[in-house]
Protein backbone atom coordinates (compact mmCIF):
# COMPACT_ATOMS: atom_id res chain seq x y z
CA UNK A 1 0.00 0.00 0.00
CA UNK A 2 0.99 3.48 -1.03
CA UNK A 3 0.97 6.53 1.58
CA UNK A 4 -0.36 9.73 1.03
CA UNK A 5 0.17 12.53 2.64
CA UNK A 6 -1.27 16.01 1.75
CA UNK A 7 -1.04 19.57 2.85
CA UNK A 8 -2.79 21.60 4.16
CA UNK A 9 -4.94 19.58 5.96
CA UNK A 10 -7.72 22.46 5.74
CA UNK A 11 -8.01 25.83 5.39
CA UNK A 12 -10.27 28.93 5.28
CA UNK A 13 -10.14 31.15 2.25
CA UNK A 14 -11.23 34.49 1.24
CA UNK A 15 -13.20 34.13 -1.99
CA UNK A 16 -11.15 35.79 -5.39
CA UNK A 17 -7.54 34.16 -3.61
CA UNK A 18 -5.92 30.78 -4.99
CA UNK A 19 -4.61 27.81 -2.78
CA UNK A 20 -2.17 25.28 -3.99
CA UNK A 21 -2.47 21.74 -2.23
CA UNK A 22 0.26 19.28 -2.02
CA UNK A 23 0.66 15.64 -2.28
CA UNK A 24 3.77 13.46 -1.24
CA UNK A 25 3.88 9.88 -2.19
CA UNK A 26 5.73 7.20 -0.14
CA UNK A 27 6.84 5.76 -3.53
CA UNK A 28 6.92 6.27 -7.08
CA UNK A 29 3.69 6.15 -8.47
CA UNK A 30 2.90 6.54 -12.38
CA UNK A 31 -0.66 7.75 -12.29
CA UNK A 32 -1.89 10.28 -9.44
CA UNK A 33 -5.71 11.21 -9.04
CA UNK A 34 -6.78 14.22 -8.01
CA UNK A 35 -10.87 14.04 -6.57
CA UNK A 36 -13.22 16.81 -5.08
CA UNK A 37 -15.75 15.50 -2.25
CA UNK A 38 -18.22 18.16 -1.79
CA UNK A 39 -19.90 18.58 1.28
CA UNK A 40 -21.76 15.11 1.84
CA UNK A 41 -21.89 13.69 -1.22
CA UNK A 42 -19.65 11.15 -3.42
CA UNK A 43 -16.03 11.80 -4.93
CA UNK A 44 -15.80 13.44 -8.46
CA UNK A 45 -12.56 12.58 -10.47
CA UNK A 46 -11.12 16.25 -11.62
CA UNK A 47 -8.36 15.05 -13.34
CA UNK A 48 -5.51 12.46 -14.02
CA UNK A 49 -1.80 13.39 -13.35
CA UNK A 50 0.90 11.68 -14.82
CA UNK A 51 4.81 12.30 -14.54
CA UNK A 52 6.07 14.11 -17.58
CA UNK A 53 2.80 15.10 -19.45
CA UNK A 54 0.08 17.69 -19.03
CA UNK A 55 -2.88 16.74 -16.41
CA UNK A 56 -5.87 14.88 -18.30
CA UNK A 57 -9.25 16.61 -17.22
CA UNK A 58 -12.27 15.24 -16.79
CA UNK A 59 -15.30 16.96 -18.08
CA UNK A 60 -16.59 19.69 -15.93
CA UNK A 61 -12.96 20.52 -14.59
CA UNK A 62 -10.76 23.18 -16.43
CA UNK A 63 -6.83 23.64 -16.61
CA UNK A 64 -7.26 27.55 -15.81
CA UNK A 65 -9.50 26.61 -12.53
CA UNK A 66 -7.82 23.67 -11.29
CA UNK A 67 -4.25 23.97 -12.76
CA UNK A 68 -1.73 20.77 -11.78
CA UNK A 69 1.40 20.13 -11.37
CA UNK A 70 3.29 17.03 -11.57
CA UNK A 71 6.72 17.31 -11.53
CA UNK A 72 7.79 13.65 -10.41
CA UNK A 73 7.01 10.33 -9.75
CA UNK A 74 6.14 11.13 -6.00
CA UNK A 75 4.63 14.38 -5.98
CA UNK A 76 1.78 16.54 -6.97
CA UNK A 77 0.12 19.60 -7.05
CA UNK A 78 -3.54 20.84 -7.30
CA UNK A 79 -4.33 24.94 -7.37
CA UNK A 80 -7.52 25.98 -6.66
CA UNK A 81 -7.59 29.17 -8.10
CA UNK A 82 -10.19 32.40 -8.18
CA UNK A 83 -12.05 30.73 -5.35
CA UNK A 84 -15.93 30.59 -4.91
CA UNK A 85 -17.99 29.78 -1.98
CA UNK A 86 -19.01 26.71 -4.69
CA UNK A 87 -15.52 25.54 -4.13
CA UNK A 88 -15.78 24.49 -0.59
CA UNK A 89 -15.44 20.96 -0.55
CA UNK A 90 -12.56 18.02 0.71
CA UNK A 91 -9.84 17.70 -2.10
CA UNK A 92 -8.47 14.32 -2.41
CA UNK A 93 -4.94 13.31 -3.69
CA UNK A 94 -5.03 9.58 -4.88
CA UNK A 95 -2.09 7.11 -6.45
CA UNK A 96 -2.82 4.14 -8.10
CA UNK A 97 -0.87 1.08 -6.83
CA UNK A 98 -2.75 -2.04 -7.94
CA UNK A 99 -5.62 -0.36 -6.61
CA UNK A 100 -6.19 3.34 -5.56
CA UNK A 101 -5.24 4.30 -1.99
CA UNK A 102 -6.27 8.03 -1.11
CA UNK A 103 -4.79 10.73 1.06
CA UNK A 104 -6.51 11.58 4.66
CA UNK A 105 -7.92 14.83 2.12
CA UNK A 106 -7.84 18.81 2.19
CA UNK A 107 -11.27 20.71 3.73
CA UNK A 108 -11.56 23.84 1.88
CA UNK A 109 -14.07 26.50 3.23
CA UNK A 110 -14.06 29.34 0.84
CA UNK A 111 -15.52 32.61 2.59
CA UNK B 1 -23.97 11.04 -16.25
CA UNK B 2 -24.14 9.23 -12.69
CA UNK B 3 -23.29 5.49 -14.28
CA UNK B 4 -22.75 4.17 -10.89
CA UNK B 5 -26.14 4.54 -8.42
CA UNK B 6 -25.92 3.59 -4.85
CA UNK B 7 -28.73 2.71 -1.82
CA UNK B 8 -29.61 3.24 0.62
CA UNK B 9 -28.52 6.56 1.33
CA UNK B 10 -28.40 5.65 5.29
CA UNK B 11 -28.95 2.63 6.91
CA UNK B 12 -29.10 2.09 10.50
CA UNK B 13 -28.32 -2.02 11.87
CA UNK B 14 -27.81 -3.08 15.27
CA UNK B 15 -25.03 -4.31 16.23
CA UNK B 16 -24.80 -8.48 15.51
CA UNK B 17 -27.00 -7.53 12.62
CA UNK B 18 -26.50 -7.68 8.67
CA UNK B 19 -25.99 -4.68 6.67
CA UNK B 20 -26.60 -4.58 2.63
CA UNK B 21 -25.95 -1.94 0.06
CA UNK B 22 -26.26 -2.42 -3.14
CA UNK B 23 -25.03 -0.81 -6.26
CA UNK B 24 -25.91 -0.67 -10.18
CA UNK B 25 -23.85 0.80 -12.92
CA UNK B 26 -24.69 0.90 -16.80
CA UNK B 27 -21.42 0.96 -18.55
CA UNK B 28 -20.42 -2.53 -19.74
CA UNK B 29 -16.94 -1.66 -20.24
CA UNK B 30 -16.37 -1.56 -16.21
CA UNK B 31 -14.36 -4.49 -14.83
CA UNK B 32 -13.30 -3.55 -11.89
CA UNK B 33 -15.72 -2.89 -8.62
CA UNK B 34 -14.09 -1.75 -5.06
CA UNK B 35 -16.30 -0.40 -1.74
CA UNK B 36 -14.60 1.80 -0.32
CA UNK B 37 -15.09 2.99 3.59
CA UNK B 38 -14.79 6.48 4.92
CA UNK B 39 -14.65 7.59 8.60
CA UNK B 40 -15.59 11.44 8.85
CA UNK B 41 -12.09 13.66 8.46
CA UNK B 42 -10.86 10.49 6.71
CA UNK B 43 -9.76 9.56 3.07
CA UNK B 44 -11.71 6.23 1.70
CA UNK B 45 -9.89 3.22 1.90
CA UNK B 46 -10.13 0.60 0.12
CA UNK B 47 -12.63 -2.29 1.62
CA UNK B 48 -12.99 -5.31 -0.68
CA UNK B 49 -13.01 -5.47 -4.45
CA UNK B 50 -14.29 -7.78 -7.38
CA UNK B 51 -14.19 -8.30 -11.04
CA UNK B 52 -17.13 -9.96 -12.90
CA UNK B 53 -15.05 -13.02 -13.26
CA UNK B 54 -16.53 -14.44 -10.11
CA UNK B 55 -19.71 -13.73 -8.32
CA UNK B 56 -18.83 -13.76 -4.72
CA UNK B 57 -15.79 -12.59 -2.67
CA UNK B 58 -15.64 -12.60 1.21
CA UNK B 59 -13.32 -11.32 3.02
CA UNK B 60 -13.80 -12.04 6.96
CA UNK B 61 -16.89 -10.15 7.62
CA UNK B 62 -17.80 -8.39 4.28
CA UNK B 63 -18.73 -9.83 1.32
CA UNK B 64 -19.32 -8.34 -2.24
CA UNK B 65 -22.01 -10.23 -4.60
CA UNK B 66 -22.19 -9.61 -8.06
CA UNK B 67 -25.07 -10.31 -10.94
CA UNK B 68 -23.27 -9.40 -14.11
CA UNK B 69 -26.72 -9.71 -15.83
CA UNK B 70 -28.46 -7.44 -14.15
CA UNK B 71 -25.27 -4.82 -13.92
CA UNK B 72 -25.64 -4.77 -10.08
CA UNK B 73 -23.36 -5.38 -6.74
CA UNK B 74 -23.90 -5.40 -3.16
CA UNK B 75 -21.87 -5.19 -0.33
CA UNK B 76 -22.69 -7.27 2.64
CA UNK B 77 -21.53 -6.61 6.27
CA UNK B 78 -22.09 -10.09 8.34
CA UNK B 79 -22.08 -9.34 12.61
CA UNK B 80 -22.39 -5.48 12.01
CA UNK B 81 -20.61 -3.65 15.18
CA UNK B 82 -20.21 -0.56 16.31
CA UNK B 83 -17.13 0.47 14.47
CA UNK B 84 -18.62 -0.21 11.19
CA UNK B 85 -20.41 3.04 11.49
CA UNK B 86 -18.68 4.41 8.63
CA UNK B 87 -19.33 6.17 4.95
CA UNK B 88 -19.22 3.43 2.10
CA UNK B 89 -18.79 3.98 -1.07
CA UNK B 90 -19.34 1.63 -4.49
CA UNK B 91 -17.35 2.61 -6.91
CA UNK B 92 -15.92 1.40 -10.59
CA UNK B 93 -13.82 1.46 -13.13
CA UNK B 94 -12.50 0.23 -16.31
CA UNK B 95 -9.16 -1.13 -17.72
CA UNK B 96 -6.51 -0.73 -15.12
CA UNK B 97 -7.85 -1.41 -11.80
CA UNK B 98 -8.71 1.41 -9.70
CA UNK B 99 -8.13 4.07 -12.02
CA UNK B 100 -10.30 6.63 -13.22
CA UNK B 101 -13.04 5.67 -10.52
CA UNK B 102 -16.56 6.53 -10.88
CA UNK B 103 -18.49 6.40 -7.12
CA UNK B 104 -21.70 5.53 -6.22
CA UNK B 105 -23.39 8.54 -3.96
CA UNK B 106 -22.38 6.80 -0.60
CA UNK B 107 -24.52 5.35 2.47
CA UNK B 108 -24.24 6.47 6.00
CA UNK B 109 -24.00 2.91 8.18
CA UNK B 110 -24.74 3.66 11.82
CA UNK B 111 -24.66 0.62 14.02
CA UNK B 112 -26.27 0.92 17.33
CA UNK B 113 -25.23 -1.47 19.81
Known amino acids: SAVISQKPSRDICQRGTSLTIQCQVD?????MFWYRQQPGQSLTLIAT?????????ESGFVIDKFPISRPNLTFSTLTVSNMSPEDSSIYLC????????FGQGTRLTVV | QQQVKQSPQSLIVQKGGISIINCAYE??????FPWYQQFPGKGPALLIA?????SEKKEGRFTISFNKSAKQFSLHIMDSQPGDSATYFC????????????FGEGTQLTVNP
Open chain 1, 94 to 101: SVYGGTAF
Open chain 1, 49 to 57: ANQGSEATY
Open chain 2, 50 to 54: IRPDV
Open chain 2, 91 to 102: AASMGTSGSRLT
Open chain 1, 27 to 31: SQVTM
Open chain 2, 27 to 32: NTAFDY
